[in-house]
């Protein structure tokens, strides 16, 4: 079971680049993002839930908590969400379960251009920037992504914590308080576009 702490956000359209800026600002280079494509059950009317395939993976997500809309910055406000995650390797699921779902509609495809800023969090407190190669005991996950559905673009900004799941909540809130200290979000992030992916999955028509 794999514990995280997360906060997202979701925008149509491409990335503005006044956010793709900050992100280089923010790490001091910019790569390119890396692809894929994630396959999700459709479960109307159900945010607490999420079920994909991932890079051969069965993924079950499941919300533990909900702690509301969270001021994160003057800035930034988001609903911040406990979760859980169990992650299933299968050669079955790999070998048969994609092109099953290309023509089942009770999954849908949504392709990524994800990039991902790691952070770790030392005994002391501390945030220090890494690899994300890298996997630490604590830290947080800062992710810039494009998401492609149905033939309609969207990008989403997320913050996710992970480690001791009781020190959670704590890891999120260190990264984004070093994170927006010198420079805030560069656009407003508000409560309205905060969603979890079951959430937003939910809401598309």
Request: hydrophobic share 35%.
């Amino acid at each position: 079971m794999f514990p995280s702490v997360e906060a997202r956000w979701f925008y149509g359209g491409t990335i503005p680049p006044q956010v793709l800026q900050w992100f280089r600002e923010e790490r001091g280079s910019l790569e390119e993002p890396a692809y894929r494509v994630d396959y999700y059950l459709r479960l109307p009317d159900r945010d607490s839930l999420g079920i994909k395939l991932r890079e051969g993976r069965l993924e079950i997500k499941q919300r533990h908590r909900r702690y509301g809309p969270i001021e994160l910055h003057e800035r930034a406000t988001g609903l911040v969400e406990h979760w859980r995650k169990w992650s299933f390797e299968s050669t079955q699921v790999s070998d048969r379960f994609p092109q099953a779902m290309v023509s089942d509609p009770s999954w849908i495809g949504v392709s990524k251009w994800r990039r991902l800023f790691r952070y770790r969090i030392t005994k002391d407190s501390d945030v220090v920037p890494m690899d994300a190669v890298e996997y630490p005991e604590q830290g947080c996950d800062l992710e810039l992504t494009t998401v492609k559905v149905e033939g309609r673009e969207w990008w989403t900004w997320g913050i996710e914590a992970f480690g001791e799941e009781t020190a959670l909540q704590r890891n999120l809130m260190l990264v984004v308080t070093q994170i927006f200290a010198t420079h805030g979000p560069p656009i407003v992030l508000g409560a309205s576009h905060s969603h979890s992916y079951p959430a937003w999955l939910a809401s598309l028509r």
